[in-house]
T-cell receptor
Framework: KAGVTQTPRYLIKTRGQQVTLSCSPISGHRSVSWYQQTPGQGLQFLFEYFSETQRNKGNFPGRFSGRQFSNSRSEMNVSTLELGDSALYLC???????????????FGPGTRLTVL | GNSVTQMEGPVTLSEEAFLTINCTYTATGYPSLFWYVQYPGEGLQLLLKATKADDKGSNKGFEATYRKETTSFHLEKGSVQVSDSAVYFCALTPSSGNTPLVFGKGTRLSVIA
């Protein structure tokens, strides 16, 4: 089975721009979650989607948003980029049982975003 | 609240040395416990997991036992290789509710030949 895929792998943007990251979960997985990883803050949860609905949200400003499509693929968007948004953005998917975040999370390789 | 505490790194070992990375947790009930590994420039890979007390997770020579009495999930490997150099994260998910993984800060392991 193919793993979680994320595109693009690397992205360079300037302050004030917006960016969209994409995540394709493992086939059959319906829950997709997003995490931000930075050296200072470590791994922080952004949000989780299940069946096209946001079920859980972390403590991030409204500039961070996401959505999920009917095929379970997910996108996250960051508007009005700030220097502090530079990070590795990781997507994870979990199994079909519907347990969502309680099920084992399988991570993609991440998208490395650099904001200049 | 829920939290995970890992030993501070970096940890530097010679090849074939014994590895222990300590992990303790705070959570109510019986959380599921995980070790993830992150190789340079990559995302997180699930290394092993345990979902109930006294369970032992194992994979690729690594193992960890879920100890409810000491709220610990220490990672061990009998003989490390250079290819094990990576950052290791201990994590938990609570036993109820739909709440995200809680990660430790990670422990960087460097294995030298």
């Amino acid at each position: 089975k193919a793993g979680v895929t994320q595109t693009p792998r690397y992205l360079i943007k300037t302050r004030g721009q917006q960016v969209t990251l994409s995540c394709s979960p493992i086939s059959g997985h319906r829950s997709v979650s997003w995490y931000q990883q930075t050296p200072g803050q470590g791994l922080q949860f952004l949000f989780e989607y299940f069946s096209e609905t946001q079920r859980n949200k972390g403590n991030f400003p409204g500039r961070f948003s996401g959505r999920q499509f009917s095929n379970s693929r997910s996108e996250m968007n960051v508007s009005t980029l700030e220097l502090g948004d530079s990070a590795l953005y990781l997507c994870a998917s979990s199994s079909t049982s519907g347990g969502g975040l309680r099920d084992t999370q399988y991570f993609g390789p991440g998208t490395r975003l650099t904001v200049l | 609240g829920n939290s995970v505490t890992q030993m501070e790194g970096p940890v530097t070992l010679s090849e074939e040395a014994f590895l222990t990375i300590n992990c303790t947790y705070t959570a109510t009930g019986y959380p599921s416990l995980f070790w993830y590994v992150q190789y340079p420039g990559e995302g997180l890979q699930l290394l092993l997991k345990a979902t109930k007390a006294d369970d032992k997770g194992s994979n690729k020579g690594f193992e960890a036992t879920y100890r409810k009495e000491t709220t610990s999930f220490h990672l061990e490997k009998g003989s490390v290789q250079v290819s094990d150099s990576a950052v290791y994260f201990c994590a938990l998910t609570p036993s109820s509710g739909n709440t995200p993984l809680v990660f430790g800060k990670g422990t960087r392991l460097s294995v030298i030949a």
